[in-house]
């Protein structure tokens, strides 16, 4: 744990008293965002300390060249990334002559800053001291519409405490914007026209290369003691940014604000050459609406998210406050209304990681989405790679496949790979299984087969014929092996046979061959369109069969266990325990040679096909695998302590289960991996509501039937969550001595609970003991 | 092959005709260089084609800031390359108003260039017709002294043929230079001085961050018909450029000539502050002797270095031409005197590689410096390494070792590792192992033990102790393994227990640990010093023993060799006379990916280690092991051919050694590899050295005592070589059916020649049946 100065709230993050220090992590810690657009905490007002300026639009991103050492075959030529946008937040205030600065101010005092979750919103207030003794009283709280989402608003109020002031106000509108993780300090933007009319300012700016066509907008409005001040602003124009700078004096006590509307339209909802006509019609509902209304309006979208999505935990604050952050944000980075947008690994909240799509989001986030939203959401997420599917065939065929053979991407904007380390690019090849396995998950969840006839079966044909293409025949084994991969343990690069990845290399044929027989026979049409397309002959798939059917398996039989990979047995097998703090965390203490020959495990690897495919193991041989991986585990990647989380609750252990369950909610409040500054990690967010749901829960979906094995950390009163079970709502409350079960739905709905039937009739409460 | 336009020839490099699509191959291939400074074959005057411009000072580099896409702890910084340094050779012409480019001209006919090797300069000649139908004759000629190793003279002539002719040249030095693998196109020069006096022009330079002052000069002189033509320049000079400008009108036939000498001087040699006054005396030598006396200088030279180092093959010209160009480039690259230089794998030649010194100095160089100079020389390149081991130390440390544990860095200038690919720097650990071996290659052919106690030991423990914290113990294997590493192979990354790794590792041990005692009863005083200095325990050694007594080596019993490493069976084993010629070379045309996970060897990995130990297995041995890898190796390393050439020898395969032969000594000339224009394998050449005369001539020293087992390809008539072994010369002629022996020297020489002893007096020929 690196940072401890959020304050405990069950329903907001808070921060009291000012240090620079902390700024960067708070300002990825308060990001705001609503699923179009999001940004960091940054200050309106000019602040000269360090910080990290960060706005992004969703979907807009920049192929920026790679950047490598040595060039390899294969590579992609560009790394796709998450633009840092025009900003639009900016609120330059003098006061008296002195320019307002937290970095360089005489005495700042009572500084709080509040995201309140419940509601969808940023505030901050303070007491700043000029340099002549002068005090003024800021407050400021914005927000990033739900209900008009290309829309932003703040108001920012300066009251003079015990003084006079002469006020200069400058809102502004910024393009000369740059990311910190450009490769070639490339132009990112060209900005094509700056238009004022009236309050309203417009910057119109084009992505390089992509050439994505934007807005970056504002208006503004001043007041004193609530009443319209009637100001006119002077107008200010550079080369690529629009400043109105409105003076005025107040009187001690009086209360100056402005309200600020901004945000960004782009042509990828409107047409490109009517941009700022867009702009004006979403700047007349803001306004029109003003600043309290709108406000209004977030705090009900916020309900309703809520209402679906909220997990409340009884008697630990520090829990409720982690669990809730984690929804939250996965609800301002993702809202599932566009099938052209996916889940970056760091949202709106950084620079880092780029590109927008990982395994994450079949991992990790679809059991989220599928619970808490209708399941078109799930299914949009689904078509994301269906639409992607020629792009990973092209993929697959820039690394030497052919045939149909698809190579799903590690990082991608576009459906192009765009991760530049061989070790990960070429080698990280489990992604294609998780592609599959969401495929399987959604159809098991949701109960809807419609997805696989008409996209999915696709898919899985070209993911089943990368892995026949991919494994080996090893004469020396007799069996078929997987050479020079990396698992999900990023630790460990091009080894051979790593469980993990052959296990799910098996499953994906089978799948797909299973899938193929089902649809031959009950989708004809669909079957012959496929076919039409594919191309497969009935000797392909038993080309493939027989790769599954003869797939070699490390194993270990003085440990009665799987092995990770060859030869991890020839590994120093210190645990975690008894390796010395200082050496942690070993991805910022250890040379990388180091850490590919230690044990050490980065995120569930082996454990991870004992998540995937559970019910192919006894629960002994889960506890086995887990007692031996779990001790070589560091869990550097965020990714890691939720399955470990759920892994332990169905051991029982509860103890362990609730620490990692505070390691995933809490990653990013409380910083363990030492990294909150550069963003949060969005995508392991979702792990942390699995590892409630289906870890203390122990919900699961097994023969169509929702089933639960609720339990409860011994630090909790209680805990409630809500899912989404086939158009049926199910609210589950469990406290120390009974689980309850409310169902708001029409039908009556079978479950299992610890393995009894339980029935569950709409509107009433059943209590299992 | 490649290229095809070389003519062979005994003594010189040719190309008739001119191609612009050769241009940056010959550039490359006709380079020159005196050990001090070289350049590529650049054109004097304008060209406008694609070329790539070179020219550089040894020693003098530049840290260029590490590019990388995702940074890992351990990488190094910077990476030191050779610099571009400005520009002296450049006159530009114009003749009646037309500026002579060979890209734009009108007609060129009569091209023709030459590298004479044997005395050591560049020609170039050819008849141009200008856009208006005159036509003119150009000579040139050039070369770098030797005898004065900071300067270079040029002598380039113009002969109307049928017009009378206004002619405009302009001799000028250039400081606005690049490189062309630049990482960040930082700025490396920093140009503090233009100076001009009389005739003569300065340029001094210095080096951005490394702080190399640099003077480049030029003077020059015009003829007419010989005459001196006793022009004056007007001088115009611009921020990074001086250039003399002479107007002279010369008729039909008359012969108008430049003489111009430039070069560098630099505070390698000089006080930083005397470099012009420095220079001044450098030029007056020059100009005193004059070009031709200098250019007679210079004949002599190569003459004394051809008499001791030249190889003759007779009845097979292309493979004289090769061996030849070889030798000679290894002279111009590097002539022994200055222990801070080193031998980069491209020379003077190109960029690629940057740093200096590779493993490439220890492993295949030094033989042929031993046995063509004084032994001073070699032992100058042992004691480059002996000033490099505190470098090695802090490199090791950075790695996380500690104990005075030395890692000799893959590329390097000042001793600081700068290479940044993870799989090479951190884990192509083998490049210890040469270090060590190459102190005892010297002593075994030197005779010279006194490095050892003098600096080699502390070298040798340093590496010793290398390995034994390197490898690890695997209660599994109840053996010592070393895990993640990658052998000369470099096809393979991160595997376990490369045997040529382990092998070298448990020699070092075993070599140091034998030295060890050998000081302690031999040198006392020597060893009392060393052991105050590295603070080594009887215990520590004992440690290292029991590494080295139960290391770990991959076998397989079904083979009967040993493995390159764990899981090598396992491969797809299709030999590379399998492969489809369209997939070579697989650098080019696989993705990196594929190439790991294919058999294919790119230069001998476990055949090295029988090249270092031979003496430590059997014929049988080493045939099985040849016919086990040969066939899997695609020889894609210029390093390849050499050492399969000296083991396809020996095992009485005499086409194949051929083949290999060609392949090795004409690698750039043909261009095998499809990267000449890069610049030229300067190190591999030693190694071509290596395959005649412990190819073909067997040559090895067992036990103080040079053996032979000398044999001939069917394609030639007869070969010979020379070697300075222990101060005598022995000069060995072999023809189809005898070999003669010869001593310079003064005392007669007991050899081995295919196992039985005969003994040379000086000056008999000695004929063996």
């Known amino acids: 744990m690196n940072l401890d100065y959020i304050i405990p709230n069950e329903w907001s993050i808070i921060e009291e008293g000012f240090n620079p220090d902390n700024v960067k992590a708070s300002e990825s810690i308060f990001s705001i965002g609503n699923g179009a657009m999001g940004q960091r905490a940054n200050f309106e007002e000019h602040y000269s300390g360090p910080t990290f300026q960060g706005s992004y639009i969703a979907g807009v991103y920049y192929p920026d060249k790679t950047r490598v050492g040595w060039w390899k075959n294969g590579y992609p030529e560009y790394f796709a990334k998450v633009l840092n946008a025009p900003s639009w937040i900016g609120i330059d205030v003098n006061v008296n002559g002195e320019q307002i600065d937290l970095y360089s101010c005489k005495k700042v005092e009572n500084f709080r800053r509040e995201l309140n979750m419940k509601e969808g919103w940023l505030s901050r207030s303070f007491k700043y001291t000029l340099h002549n003794g002068g005090e003024i009283q800021v407050n400021a709280k914005r927000f990033l519409s739900l209900e008009l989402d290309e829309i932003g608003a703040i108001e920012y ?3 003079p405490l015990n003084i006079d002031a002469d006020l200069v106000i400058t809102p502004y509108i910024d393009g000369a914007i ?8 490339d132009k990112f933007w060209n900005i094509s026209n700056l238009e004022v009319e009236n309050d309203q300012a417009f910057i119109e700016a084009q992505t390089m290369k992509t050439n994505f066509h934007t807005c970056t907008f504002m208006q503004s409005e001043c007041f004193v003691n609530d009443q319209n001040a009637g100001l006119r602003p002077q107008v200010i124009r550079t080369d690529n940014k629009i400043s109105f700078i409105y003076k005025i004096s107040v009187k001690q006590q009086e209360v100056f604000s402005i309200h600020k509307f901004g945000g960004y339209t782009s042509d990828r909802n409107h047409d490109k050459d009517a941009l700022i006509a867009e702009t004006k019609v979403a700047l007349a509902k803001a306004t029109q609406a003003g600043f309290s209304q709108l406000l209004s309006d977030q705090k009900k979208s916020w309900a309703k998210i809520w209402d679906m999505a909220d997990i409340t935990i009884d008697g630990d604050v520090k829990a409720q406050q982690g669990i809730r952050f984690n929804i939250f944000h996965l609800n301002q980075t993702y809202l599932g209304t566009d099938p052209k ?3 970056g690994p760091k949202g709106f909240t950084g620079e880092k990681y780029g590109g927008s799509t990982y395994w994450d989001t079949e991992a990790y986030c679809i059991p989220f989405y599928m619970s808490t939203k209708d399941q078109s959401v799930a299914r949009n997420l689904l078509t994301y790679r269906y639409k992607h599917l020629e792009k990973a065939i092209e993929n697959a065929e820039k690394l030497g496949f052919s045939n149909g053979v698809a190579l799903y991407p590690m990082v991608t904007m ?12 070429f080698e990280e090849i489990h992604r294609n299984g998780a592609i599959a396995f969401a495929i399987y998950n959604y159809h098991r969840y949701t109960g809807d087969y419609s997805y696989i006839p008409e996209m999915g079966l696709e898919v899985l044909i070209g993911i089943a014929r990368f892995w026949h293409q991919r494994a080996t025949y090893s004469t020396y084994k007799n069996k078929y092996v997987i050479l020079g991969v990396t698992g999900p343990n990023e630790y460990e690069n091009n080894v051979n046979n790593n469980w993990y990845t052959n296990y799910i290399a098996q499953w994906c044929i089978n799948y797909t061959v299973e899938n193929i027989e089902k649809i031959e026979s009950e989708f004809t049409t669909d079957f012959a369109r496929i076919m039409n397309k594919v191309k497969l002959s009935k000797a ?8 599954a059917d003869n797939m070699y398996f490390p194993y270990s039989e003085d440990h009665n266990v799987f092995l990770q990979q060859d030869g991890f047995l020839d590994k120093e097998l210190i645990t975690v325990a008894d390796l010395d703090k200082s050496q942690r965390p070993i991805n910022q203490k250890w040379s990388w040679d180091r850490i590919l020959r230690s044990p050490y495990i980065k995120q569930a690897d082996t454990l991870q096909g004992f998540y995937f495919f559970e019910d192919h193991f006894s629960t002994e041989e889960l506890e086995r695998h887990f007692d031996f991986y779990e001790p070589f585990t560091v869990h550097e990647s965020s990714l890691s302590p939720c399955v470990h989380s ?16 505070l390691r995933t909610s809490r990653l990013d409040l409380d910083d363990y991996n030492h990294e909150v500054h550069e963003g949060l990690h969005i995508t392991s967010m979702a792990g942390t509501w699995m590892s409630i749901v289906e870890g203390f829960g122990g919900m699961r979906v097994r023969n169509n039937q ?22 049926q709502i199910i609210k589950v409350i469990v406290n120390q001595n009974e689980t309850h079960f409310e169902l708001e739905g029409d039908e009556d709905l079978q479950i299992l609970v610890n393995e ?4 569950i009739s709409p509107n009433h409460l059943v209590t299992v003991g």
């Not at 089933?707 to 011994?714: L, Y």
Request: aromatic share 14%; hydrophobic share 30%; proline share 3%.
């Open 540 to 547: 392909e798939i038993s080309e493939w069969k027989s790769v």
């Open 157 to 159: 109020s300066i009251t």
């Open 341 to 343: 947008l996916n889940i």
């Open 178 to 185: 740059t990311n910190e993780d450009s490769n070639w300090d």
């Open 706 to 727: 929702l089933t639960f094995e609720p339990k409860i950390p011994e630090q909790w009163d209680g805990y409630s969550f809500k899912v989404n079970f086939r158009n």
């Open 646 to 661: 759920i892994q332990a609750a169905k051991l029982d252990r509860m103890e362990q289960a609730y620490t990692f369950y």
């Open 756 to 759: 009894e039937e339980v029935n």
């Open 414 to 425: 576009n459906g192009e790979e765009c991760h530049n380390e061989w070790e990960i690019t």
